[in-house]
């Protein structure tokens, strides 16, 4: 804690790759990983099963969370406001939480793009979609962006 009574948090960005193999491995791993690093927030990619992945989470101490396909915001603080953002392109949402931490409030955003070469021009396209909606968020200093350049 700082001076002038400012926190600092932790964040964790996890591509989990949550297929059935070498799943219970997988968990242990990341409980592991959380008890070791304590992040207070996380962004999370790959997440095919949400109801068992909340249910691990609320049991390491995070219980709340904002999920939308595949991709998650999981917190130890309440979420103060959620959008989820549909891309132009594909059904693959990118997910926003605002979170208050008192002096002020921390936008988290989170997305999966898609991998390889081919998809080059559509990971480019999503960022800048993206990027649309923070600078908004920026622009407009409130925990509510306007989406509808996304």
Do not use: C
Not at 36 to 65: C, K, N, W
């Amino acid at each position: 804690m700082s001076k002038e009574g400012n926190k600092t948090v932790r964040l964790a960005s996890l591509n989990i790759l949550n297929k059935k193999e070498n799943r219970s491995e997988r968990y242990h791993y990341l409980l592991e990983y959380l008890k070791e690093v304590d992040p207070d927030f996380l962004l999370l990619q790959e997440v095919s099963d949400i109801p068992l992945m909340v249910d691990l989470l609320l049991g390491a101490g995070y219980p709340y969370s904002i999920f939308s396909g595949a991709v998650g915001i999981v917190s130890k603080q309440p979420i103060k406001q959620t959008s989820i953002l549909q891309s132009k392109l594909k059904d693959e949402p990118t997910v926003h939480a605002a979170i208050d931490l008192g002096h002020t409030t921390l936008h988290l955003i989170t997305a999966h793009f898609p991998w390889g070469f081919a998809a080059e021009y559509e990971r480019l396209l999503r960022a800048k979609e993206i990027s649309t909606y923070a600078k908004n968020l920026i622009k407009n200093n409130t925990s509510r962006a306007r989406p509808e350049n996304v």
